[in-house]
């Protein structure tokens, strides 16, 4: 079964640009619909983003869209999430995860079998 390793997270000012990276083990990672979800302290954990297996469908969290990029790199068998414009409200450990039965999963976070470990974000004033 596939593993998930997230790497990127780390400090930054608002306004800021980080990329998450979500590399995979034990299995082709563009053979998995992915997501990107995230949970703040006290808070459930929320969508974030998605991509389809080809990488032809992408879907965001309305809060996100036009600062955060969802994509493949299936040379690296790997998934990015490039973030830009960064607030304090984006704090949270991000976590991604991966279906390999559907062509795409988007925010049901039942869909997904496979989960990392996670990331933290932490966006500072």
């Known amino acids: 079964q596939v593993q998930l390793v997230e790497s990127g997270g780390g400090s930054v000012q608002t306004g800021g640009s980080v990329r998450l990276s979500c590399a995979a083990s034990g299995g082709t990672l563009s053979s998995y619909a992915v997501g990107w979800f995230r949970q703040a302290p006290g808070k459930e954990r929320e969508f974030v983003a998605a991509?389809?297996?080809?990488?032809?469908?992408?879907n965001y969290l309305d809060s996100v869209k036009g600062r955060f990029t969802i994509s493949r790199d299936n040379v690296a068998n790997t998934v990015h999430l490039q973030m830009n414009r960064l607030k304090p409200e984006d704090t949270a450990v991000y976590y991604c995860?991966?279906?390999?039965?559907?062509?795409?999963?988007?925010?049901?976070?039942?869909?997904?079998?496979?989960w990392g470990q996670g990331t933290q974000l932490t966006v500072s004033s």
């Open positions: 991509i389809s297996r080809g990488g032809a469908g992408t």
């Open positions: 995860a991966a279906d390999p039965t559907r062509y795409y999963s988007g925010s049901t976070y039942a869909n997904y079998d496979y």
